[in-house]
């Protein structure tokens, strides 16, 4: 008889993938620099040396958010956890929320929200658009609740909602406005000071190429007073000081995502809360010094240039866009499934025969559209044109009536005539 053991090394092989291009929403391919960062070694979380690296994961936060404010760190989870650490740390029962809803991760908001017993109020338009400001502002003006959160870059639909005018009326009334930026954060400009925007909620797993499982947030003194009127140390951990602390408001009910102990762990007192998962610290540093390497400017325009190019060669293979172009997410493109076409097989067989993987979509959009996600490392001319290719092939196969030829062409021309602009530019 075979041994045990013996039997578990035939079952199980070596860990291996296959290669990808992965051209969906989120997660995206890691930078390469990112995986090799994540095989520094481990160091304690109390470590200096690690302290160390994690303040200036903040100092690169701040830059990458495009803010002043002191906090600035990640939550260990993925995006989600940032919206809910942000949500659950200001809202008590009974507290009025508005959530604008133009796609899936708006009612996701609202969710969480209604979760922790607020009192949510909606206000919804079509997928595929996004809110008139003034509109969202006349309704907040009627609703006047304690937050308003929104969604920038909503990429169940590929929009993005433009915030400055009603992060200016949030301050104006005094509500606290919370913004999910995961999917437009290193692939757009987020400007989060100037915008007003009080809670800020980014990704790892998108336009910063980084795998999934922290999601970075920032949020200003506005945030941190109802933080602190609320402060609560884990019992077994806490000192007199801790108990005596005059807490004003009813303590946060979550302790994972408890703010006000997070902040604690990422200030000086390094207060211990959770065991850091390090290897993603090391993780996001890396990814973040990519962005600030490659300058926040360049990196938008990098983004703009690969959607352009897909654009072209999408629209001159003969498909449709779908969604108000104005508001388009620059790093997700959303394609009308033509008519009569089984979108589940064109993808299938993309996956299968050339190894690119796009995305479906939610909701009252599924089967309806597929979205091409071009973020961070990912958003490169070498898999623009591999998609371009490889989807025209698999849309023949499909019966599709393309212009064959046209749309890699029409990419390869808004490529050269970059080139020609930057040489004329020399
Ligand atoms: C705009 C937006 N918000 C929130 C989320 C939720 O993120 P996660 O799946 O990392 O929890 C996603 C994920 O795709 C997203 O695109």
Not at 99 to 105: A, D, N, T
Not at 319 to 348: A, M, Q, W, Y
């Amino acid at each position: 008889m075979m041994h045990n053991k013996e039997k578990m090394k035939l079952a199980y092989a070596e860990l291996t993938a296959p290669k990808r291009i992965i051209l969906t929403p989120g997660p995206v391919e890691v930078d390469p620099r990112v995986l090799r960062a994540m095989g520094t070694p481990i160091l304690g979380q109390f470590d200096p040396a690690f302290t160390a690296i994690m303040n200036e994961v903040m100092d690169m936060l701040r830059q990458v958010f495009q803010t002043k404010n002191h906090w600035a760190y990640p939550v260990d989870g993925t995006s989600r956890s940032g919206l809910e650490a942000v949500l659950c740390s200001i809202l008590e029962p009974g507290d009025r929320v508005m959530v604008p809803i133009y796609g899936r991760f708006g009612h996701l908001f609202a969710e969480i929200c209604e979760r922790y017993g607020a009192e949510v109020h909606t206000i919804e338009c079509p997928w595929g658009e996004v809110f008139e400001p003034g509109h969202v502002i006349a309704e907040m003006k009627k609703i006047k609740p304690k937050v308003l959160a929104m969604v920038h870059g909503e990429t169940s639909t590929g929009r993005m909602q433009p915030l400055a005018e009603i992060g200016r009326a949030c301050r104006e009334q005094d509500v606290l406005f919370v913004v999910d930026a995961v999917a437009s954060i290193g692939g757009a400009d987020v400007r989060t000071d100037e915008w007003y925007i009080d809670a800020l909620v980014a990704g790892t797993q998108k336009c910063l190429s980084v795998p999934a499982g922290m999601a970075p947030i920032t949020y200003n003194s506005r945030i941190e007073k109802i933080v602190l009127a609320r402060k609560k140390v884990e019992r077994g951990i806490a000192t007199d000081e801790d108990r005596a602390y005059p807490r004003s408001m009813r303590p946060i009910t979550s302790n994972y995502f408890d703010l006000g102990m997070l902040q604690d762990y990422w200030s000086p007192r390094r207060l211990n809360h959770h065991t850091e998962a390090t290897s993603m610290i090391y993780a996001l540093r890396e990814g973040l010094r990519l962005v600030l390497d490659e300058g926040l400017g360049a990196r938008f325009s990098r983004h703009k240039l690969h959607e352009k190019a897909l654009i072209e060669g999408l629209l001159a293979m003969g498909l449709s866009l779908f969604g108000d172009p104005v508001h388009k997410l620059p790093c997700v493109t959303c394609v009308n499934i033509p008519d009569g076409t089984d979108g589940e097989s064109v993808r299938h067989m993309l996956l299968e025969e050339f190894g690119i993987e796009i995305a479906s979509s939610f909701g009252p959009l599924h089967g309806k559209i597929w979205r091409i996600g071009t973020m961070g490392y990912g958003c490169r001319k070498d898999n623009v044109l591999a998609l371009l290719g490889g989807l025209e092939a698999v849309l023949i196969r499909h019966g599709v009536k393309v212009n064959r030829g046209e749309g890699l062409q029409a990419a390869l021309d808004v490529y050269q005539s970059e080139k020609t602009k930057s040489i004329v530019l020399k």
